[in-house]
């Protein structure tokens, strides 16, 4: 069992920044891969950008170059650095991860963008 709690979502104006933490607890050793997901209203949850033990990332092409998503392992967290953000980022974003065939998902953090 693997627990994932997030933090760091809120209100912010376009052109801002936040930062989304993600902490996992439990039976961490096996995790290898880290994501964050987001879902806007009416939409499928997409993924925004994942993090592979050892260094490699993958963005979504409607975020690269603004986010960036990096972890420390030793605190077995994962952050999603937000730059330059737009109305169309207004979203719940999740923390994921797998292990084996069973997904884990956070419980969502509110991003909204907004003037």
């Known amino acids: 069992q693997v627990q994932l709690e997030e933090s760091g979502g809120g209100l912010v104006q376009p052109g801002g920044s936040l930062r989304l933490s993600c902490a996992a607890s439990?039976?961490?050793?096996?995790?290898?891969?880290m994501a964050w997901y987001r879902q806007a209203p009416g939409k499928q949850r997409e993924l925004v950008a994942a993090?592979?033990?050892?260094?490699?990332?993958n963005y979504a092409e409607s975020v690269r170059g603004r986010f960036t998503i990096f972890r420390d392992n030793a605190k077995n967290t994962v952050y999603l650095q937000m730059n330059s953000l737009k109305a169309e980022d207004t979203a719940v974003y999740y923390c994921h991860t797998k292990q084996g065939i069973i997904d884990y998902w956070g419980q969502g953090t509110q991003v909204t963008v907004s003037s």
């Open positions: 993090s592979i033990r050892g260094g490699s990332t």
């Open positions: 439990g039976n961490v050793f096996a995790i290898n891969v």
